[in-house]
Nanobody
Framework: QVQLVESGGGLVQAGGSLRLSCAAS????????MGWYRQAPGKQRELVAT???????NYADSVKGRFTISRDNAKNTVYLQMSSLKPEDTAVYYC???????????WGQGTQVTVSS
């Protein structure tokens, strides 16, 4: 069994910053790519950023230059540093981890990020 526990969400004014963390625990044989997705009310879940085990990153165009994804393999943790936040960044942010040789996806419970104008 694998658990992903997110933290760091909250309420921030436009232009502010937040840092999200997601720690994986449990029966982790191999942690492959990790990432962050978000879902705003009435919208589909969308990719925010991903990072491979080796550190290669990928970002949605809407967050490039403002968000930075990183990971600590020793701690099985992925981070999302969010800066210059905009009201349109308001959403529930979900952590994703791909594990094992079989490439199974796991999801966190989500953390709310609200950006006020």
């Amino acid at each position: 069994q694998v658990q992903l526990v997110e933290s760091g969400g909250g309420l921030v004014q436009a232009g502010g910053s937040l840092r999200l963390s997601c720690a994986a625990s449990g029966s982790i044989f191999r942690l492959n790519a990790m990432g962050w997705y978000r879902q705003a009310p009435g919208k589909q879940r969308e990719l925010v950023a991903t990072i491979s085990r080796g550190g290669d990153t990928n970002y949605a165009d809407s967050v490039k230059g403002r968000f930075t994804i990183s990971r600590d393999n020793a701690k099985n943790t992925v981070y999302l540093q969010m800066s210059s936040l905009k009201p349109e960044d308001t959403a529930v942010y979900y952590c994703n981890a791909n594990l094992g040789p079989g490439g199974t996806d796991y999801w966190g419970q989500g953390t709310q990020v609200t950006v006020s104008s």
